[in-house]
Each structure stands twice: as C-alpha cells, then as structure tokens.
C-alpha cells in the first residue's frame, strides 16, 4: 500500500539577488534563511526514500496562455524540461544553473490523471508543457545535489479568474491521496508558492502583503483545522494575495487532518516568505 512519507510547502521565488535589489539587505536575508529550512526540509525528504515527489504549483503565463488557461493540469510524459526564456524574469534566470530536464513519473502521474477523469475531475493533461522556478526552484533547494525522485507536476489556475475554489484544490488533494494509497509507491508532495503578495501579473498591487491573513492560515495549518480553509473564497485570496494558497489547499486535501510545523515565516515588503511541514503518521 503506497504512503505520502513527505508533505511540505513553500515559497517558490528563491532568488537571493532578486530579493536584495527589491527588498535591500532584509531581503536577501530573509530569502537565505527561508532557503535554508527548505533544504532542511529536503534533507528529512530525501532520507524518506522517495519513489515519485509530486509538485502542486502554479502557471505565471508562460507555460500556459490565454490560448488555454486549465483548472487543473497533470504533466503527463517521461520527462519535463526546464523552462527556457530569452527574456527572463531575474527570478526565473536562476534555473539556467539547474538540471535541463527531469524524469517523470509516468504510471502515477497517469493514475492520477485517469482515475480523477473517473472521479469527475475534469483535469487537463499536457505532454510538452515545461516547468518553471515555481516548480524547481523549491526542488533544488530542497534536494541542492542529491537525486531527485520522478516527479509529477501539476498545474492548479490561481491568477486567471474563474480559479477553482479552495474546496475544489482540497477535493482534488484527497483524490490524489487515494491514489497514492491504491499503489505501491512511497510519495512526496509539496506545494509551492506565497504567502501573500502581487506578483507582476498584477502591477499595481505589487508590494502589498496581509500579515493577519497568512497568520491565520498558519494558525489552521498548526492545528489541524482545515475545515475553515474550505471556506476560502476567490475574493478573500484576491484581497489579501493569497492567490498561491489554492496550490497549498491541493496538499491540504491531501494530507488532512495532519498538523504542520511552520519551519520559516518572514515579512518582507514585497512577500512574506513561508516553508510549512506537515506531521505524518
Ligand atoms: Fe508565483
């Protein structure tokens, strides 16, 4: 019977240089020492012994466009490749230093995918689409030199109105839960982005945070209490740029009623930075 042995949550810009021309020396700071958890955390991952690591991040409209912007999307394939671009945010030229593609893994990414289909997830699939720092930048942080699993990235819509609801990401966590259980393999699973902030998407905004909300969520998290967490509404998120926290709702369903350990919680101006652990049986 297979396990999630893993569960962890985090920022995904981890880009000290960016941090130090947009926040100064609290910047780079923050982001160091919010780096440094993560590849603690990645430390207790690794000795886990993974099978697959599973990534619930976000799309920033570049893997995806207003061609088609899916709910929810499953990496399908044997491999994914970093994201290229000749005009980079200074956040994203951090991956020309990492690993140029990545195994998949293809049977539980399948699983995932078909019997969600089965479920009445209407999940999109995508053989070609690559990975971005939201997806690499916590898993070579967390994993700096040792092996990285196969992974399964997956997609959830958190900046293009209508984004599914935080019931819907929590619904689709436990889904993925019972998959896992189903088949023989030991899993990972993080969730990457926030806590709250504006990111360029959403210019004028950018530079606002919401200390009182994150706390909160932290609060729930801490506890256990996921129940107010489904409550979570499009216009609360929106308000206080909680927009990344339906990533974190995926791994919630996953792994509720477990309680987390918040590792790293810090306030910058332009974001505050977060890595969350999850205790599991
Ligand atoms: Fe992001």
Redesign the pocket.
């Known amino acids: 019977m297979g396990q999630i042995v893993f569960a962890g949550a985090m920022s ?2 981890l880009d000290p240089e960016y941090y130090q021309r947009a926040c100064g020396a609290l910047g780079r700071r923050t982001v160091e020492e919010c780096m440094a958890e993560i590849a603690r955390m990645g430390e207790r991952c690794s000795a886990r012994g993974l099978d697959a690591l599973i990534v619930v991040a ?1 799309d ?1 409209l570049n893997a995806f466009s207003f061609n088609a912007v899916p709910a929810l999307c499953v990496r399908i394939g044997r491999e994914v490749q970093r994201m290229t671009q000749d005009h980079a945010e200074a956040f994203d030229k951090v991956l020309d230093h990492m690993p140029e593609r990545y195994p998949l893994h293809e049977d539980l990414a399948n699983a995932i995918l078909e019997q969600g289909l089965d479920a009445g997830f209407d999940l999109a699939l995508s053989w070609e689409a690559p990975v971005d720092h ?1 997806f690499l930048s916590p898993v070579n942080t967390m994993l700096g030199a040792r092996a990285i699993p196969p992974l399964v990235p997956i997609w959830v819509n ?1 900046f293009v109105a209508p984004q599914p609801t935080a019931r819907r990401c929590f619904a689709f966590g436990r889904h993925i839960a019972r998959v896992v259980a189903a088949r023989p393999w030991r899993v990972g699973l993080i969730a990457t ?1 926030g806590l709250s902030h504006f ?1 360029e998407l959403s210019l004028p905004r950018v530079g606002d945070t919401d200390t009182v909300f994150d706390k909160r969520l932290i609060h729930c998290m801490e506890r256990g209490e996921h129940d107010p967490l489904l409550e979570l509404t499009a216009g609360e998120l929106h308000k206080a740029g909680g927009h ?1 926290f339906l990533n974190w709702m995926v791994l919630i369903g996953a792994v509720t009623p477990a309680a987390a350990d918040v590792r790293y919680f810090g306030e910058l101006p332009r974001i505050n930075m977060a890595a969350v652990e999850w205790r599991l049986p």
Do not use: L, N, Q, S
Request: aromatic residues 0%; proline residues 11%.
């Open positions: 995904h810009v976000d920033h939201a958190c982005g990111p990344e």
